[in-house]
């Protein structure tokens, strides 16, 4: 293990690079590329000052030891070589387990085969400086033997470490106590560690978050006396169940500090691994954890919040500090409540009888204090500023400023009101609504603008980063949020008709749009007598047929109505103030265009 000055004891730096389809795995499968591949990733590391590496293990991609110059590679970067949570004793399982020629991947059924394998791997890498990995778990990062009650579970595991520790003692010429060793209880190994699963002194505990951000355990008092401490393993991307979230990372740094100061401060001060996915859409995230795991004690809860600012005002410039902090903020506050890969709102590998996951309407509500809105609204003023910007920023810095700055958010951006977007148009198909159709248009101009600008970013600087960003994810193509959302089209007919929707109340539509608690809803005709027991709330103008109508709450007692057989309804229905009860419940009438008051009328009593 190496040692830096001014660095946590005994620390390993460790940035785990998972080699996702298409940007890892398909994109660099010829040899003489993919090894000029893993020598610039070691030199990248050296930069970040990171020192340790655990390749991914996919079947989409090219493992470790299937070539073998990659061990002199990394040796010759002096980086110290290690493999994930389910990879016992640096072996791939993944895509390195033949079952044909090996035998079932079963500890109960194959001990000695799979201890076999395990043994020729540590002798072919035990020259080199490595970091091994105690596991047992199913291959590509399952669960083994699900059925067996735990206590058969915790035998099976504890018999499989030891024969593990035991394959060390016998092959490395070294006290095994002295071997670096890693246990991550991950997943169900968590609750299988939990029931009883003793661990030798001197293996590290490398705690793991819970996929999103948030560490499940840090070690108790008892385990804070162990000699060899623990660490944590944390995600910043993640592919699995419940939902991936791999486009670009959205983490934010003051949770990253939070939870990774926690686990520091209970011993977590020996490794350090960060899942950070296919590596440009966490740059900062990844930079962020690299720069903590090395001086935690110079960040505060206060200057975390900076620190995207403060990494790119170092790159392009501090005239854009102000401009970026407040860029920065908003973009991981609008994306801390749903990710833009959660717009969808499907469930993934949830799929039950379908291919892929199922798109649902969000929980942004267009009824209920305009949140759905002023969420739309913050995000084009955010992706209109990060537009603003990168037209100023010069040209040698442009393309950097696109994929780290303009992307994401203009991205995220797009993909918000795609989604809102489709979710708003089937909501006034039902309704009936004359704007059903540009609301429509709307989304699929966002759908092509998100092909637009992903395009844009691959072909910057003649395609340098080709291929590193996608909107198809998930290489076993289950995941749905990217694709154009399910749209409605409306066919208006008959003349037009104008009907109120009061707030917080949401209408599927039928013959009256608006319907109040068991009432008659409210459907302004020509004539018609209105009744609704709104309470002065806010309303809004609708449309129902191919006009428009706009209303305004005046000073006098009536609502000024103006139809144009031109216009169509805009996405953005006009507000009516809270006084709008108090003349329609009268039953005005309709007369050159206008509905007024008919004071000849008794008001119509609130319905209850």
């Known amino acids: 293990i190496l040692h830096f000055l001014g660095a946590v004891a005994e620390q390993l730096l460790v940035p785990f690079v998972p080699e996702h389809q298409p940007v890892f795995g398909v994109g660099i499968e010829v040899k003489d590329a993919r090894q000029v591949f893993d020598q610039r990733t070691r030199e990248l590391l050296l930069r970040l000052k990171a020192n340790y590496l655990a390749p991914a293990m996919h079947p989409v991609s090219t493992s470790f030891n299937q070539i073998p110059e990659n061990k002199l590679v990394a040796d010759t970067f002096a980086i110290v070589m290690g493999s994930t949570h389910c990879e016992p004793l640096l072996l791939n399982t993944a895509s390195e387990w033949d079952t044909q020629t090996m035998g079932p991947w079963n500890y109960d059924k194959n001990k000695e085969g799979i201890n076999r394998v395990l043994t020729q791997r540590v002798r072919e890498n035990s020259p080199y400086e490595n970091v091994y990995t105690l596991a047992l778990r199913g291959l590509h990062d399952g669960a083994m033997s699900t059925t067996l009650p735990m206590h058969e579970k915790v035998r099976m595991l504890q018999q499989a470490l030891l024969d593990q520790r035991q394959i060390l003692a016998e092959n490395i010429d070294r006290p095994v106590e002295t071997v670096p060793q890693a246990f991550t209880p991950y997943k169900e190994v968590l609750e299988i560690y939990s029931n ?289 959302p399910h749209l409605a089209t409306h066919d208006a007919a008959g003349a037009p008709r104008l009907a109120l929707q009061v707030a917080g109340e949401d209408v599927n539509g039928g013959p009256d749009l608006c319907p109040p608690r068991g009432g008659r809803g409210i459907d302004a005709v020509p004539g018609a007598r209105i009744r609704h027991p709104c309470g002065g709330k806010p309303a809004r103008r609708v449309v129902r047929g191919i006009h428009v109508a706009d209303l305004v709450d005046g000073a006098e007692p009536r609502v000024q109505v103006a139809l144009s057989g031109r216009c169509r309804e805009s996405p953005q229905p006009t507000q009516l103030g809270a006084g709008w009860h108090r003349v329609l419940r009268r039953g005005g009438r309709v007369e050159d265009g206008r509905v007024r008051e008919d004071p000849a009328r008794r008001p119509v009593p609130p319905l209850r």
């Not at 620190?307 to 005239?319: M, V």
């Not at 810095?397 to 089937?426: D, I």
């Open 196 to 484: 009883g699963l003793e661990l030798p002194d001197d293996v590290t505990i490398v705690w793991p978050d819970d996929n999103y951000g948030y560490m499940k355990r840090l070690s108790g008092v008892r385990e804070q006396r162990r000699t060899g401490r623990s660490g944590v393993y944390y995600h910043v991307s993640y592919l699995g169940v419940p939902h991936s979230y791999l486009w670009f990372s959205t983490t934010p740094p003051s949770l990253m500090y939070e939870e990774l100061r926690k686990a520091y401060d209970t011993t977590a001060d020996r490794l350090w691994l960060l899942n950070c996915g296919d590596l440009k859409g966490s740059e900062m995230q990844v930079s962020l954890f690299l720069d903590m795991a090395w001086d935690i004690g110079r960040f505060t809860a206060d200057n975390v919040v900076t620190y995207p600012a403060r990494w790119l005002a170092g790159i392009f410039g501090e005239a854009y500090y102000d401009r970026l902090e407040a860029m920065t903020r908003e973009h991981l506050r609008l994306a801390f409540p749903r990710k833009p890969e959660y717009m969808g709102w499907g469930y993934h590998w949830n799929r039950f009888d379908h291919n892929c996951e199922q798109l649902t309407d969000t929980d942004f509500s267009f009824t209920n204090y305009d949140e759905a809105q002023r969420r739309l609204e913050a995000y084009r003023q955010l992706g209109a500023r990060a537009e603003a910007l990168l037209h100023e920023i010069g040209d040698e810095a442009r393309p950097a400023f696109y994929q780290l700055v303009y992307y994401p958010l203009r991205g995220a951006e797009l993909m918000n009101r795609m989604t809102l977007g489709g979710q708003r148009n089937r909501w006034y198909a039902r309704q009936g609504r004359a704007a059903t159709n540009a609301v429509r248009d709307e989304v699929q101009r966002c759908y092509d603008s998100l092909q637009v600008i992903t395009r844009g970013y691959n072909s910057l600087l003649g395609g340098k980063w080709n291929h590193m960003m996608s909107m198809r994810q998930n290489y076993d193509g289950v995941s749905a949020y990217f694709n154009l």
